[in-house]
């Protein structure tokens, strides 16, 4: 199965929210057609609420950018209008390269260290 985001338009109570609430670190908002996760929030006094995004859909992936809420249309998309999809390429073949894609874009910890080979040792016997 696949998760597939759809959008949620924003209703009116939402008005009465705060920055931080209505458009929390961590939530996706679809703006320009895009996805985009949120990662701060802050209100301006010309162009209404300032967000710091990094793009989730596949033509903004990783870019970092600023949006106004007064110059563009900002969606919030609620986690809870997710659709599951079934897979249905052989041998779940969509689902396996895509968690084979998160696998090697993600960090290694701390604590972990590259895999490198070893280098000969430079030192004569």
């Given at each position: 199965?696949?998760?597939?985001?759809?959008?949620?338009?924003?209703?009116?109570?939402?008005?009465?929210?705060?920055?931080?609430?209505?458009?929390?670190?961590?939530?996706?908002?679809?703006?320009?057609?895009?996805?985009?996760?949120?990662?701060?929030?802050?209100?301006?006094?010309?162009?209404?609420?300032?967000?710091?995004?990094?793009?989730?859909?596949?033509?903004?992936?990783d870019q970092e950018a600023v949006l106004f809420s007064g110059l563009d249309r900002i969606e919030l998309l609620d986690p809870?209008?997710?659709?599951?999809?079934?897979?249905?390429?052989?041998?779940?073949?969509?689902?396996?390269?895509?968690?084979?894609?998160?696998?090697?874009?993600?960090?290694?910890?701390?604590?972990?260290?590259?895999?490198?080979?070893?280098?000969?040792?430079?030192?004569?016997?």
């Amino acid at each position: 199965m696949t998760a597939v985001q759809t959008s949620a338009e924003l209703s009116g109570a939402t008005a009465g929210r705060t920055v931080q609430d209505q458009y929390p670190a961590g939530a996706q908002v679809l703006v320009r057609d895009e996805e985009w996760l949120v990662k701060s929030s802050a209100p301006t006094t010309d162009d209404g609420t300032r967000l710091e995004v990094v793009g989730v859909s596949e033509f903004v992936r990783d870019q970092e950018a600023v949006l106004f809420s007064g110059l563009d249309r900002i969606e919030l998309l609620d986690p809870r209008d997710t659709r599951l999809v079934p897979d249905d390429s052989p041998n779940y073949r969509r689902s396996r390269l895509f968690l084979e894609a998160v696998l090697h874009r993600t960090a290694l910890p701390q604590s972990e260290r590259p895999w490198r080979p070893r280098r000969p040792c430079s030192r004569s016997r």
